[in-house]
Nanobody, 124 residues
Framework: QVQLVESGGGLVQPGGSLRLSCAAS????????MGWFRQAPGKEREFVAA????????YYTDSVKGRFTISRDNAKNTVYLQMNSLKPEDTAVYYC?????????????????WGQGTQVTVSS
């Protein structure tokens, strides 16, 4: 079992940037696909990005392509989400998740472990 803790959220103006971090403990993250999801008020939790175990393959939802980048440092047991050109519609609680399965998944039930979430607010 792996424990995940997100950090780096906050308030940012439209067009600004944030970098979220997800620190893992209990297991090494090289054992997992890692993903980021987000949930806005009144909305369902949705897929944002994912990375395979080496970081060589990445996946993004259409609304963040070209703006967000997922990366991982397996030596530090940490995954990151760099968010640029932020928009008000990016406002949400962002969650880090770990997947045991080796194939790609954008489904909530495809992930086995979850962090507590970190709030990102994009507002002028």
């Amino acid at each position: 079992q792996v424990q995940l803790v997100e950090s780096g959220g906050g308030l940012v103006q439209p067009g600004g940037s944030l970098r979220l971090s997800c620190a893992a403990s209990g297991r090494i993250i090289s054992d997992y696909f890692m993903g980021w999801f987000r949930q806005a008020p009144g909305k369902e939790r949705e897929f944002v990005a994912a990375s395979n175990r080496s970081g060589g393959n990445t996946y993004y939802t259409d609304s963040v392509k070209g703006r967000f980048t997922i990366s991982r440092d397996n030596a530090k047991n940490t995954v990151y989400l760099q968010m640029n050109s932020l928009k008000p519609e990016d406002t949400a609680v962002y969650y880090c998740a770990a997947r045991l399965g080796r194939g790609y998944s954008a489904r909530l039930n495809g992930y086995d472990y979850w962090g507590q979430g970190t709030q990102v607010t994009v507002s002028s």
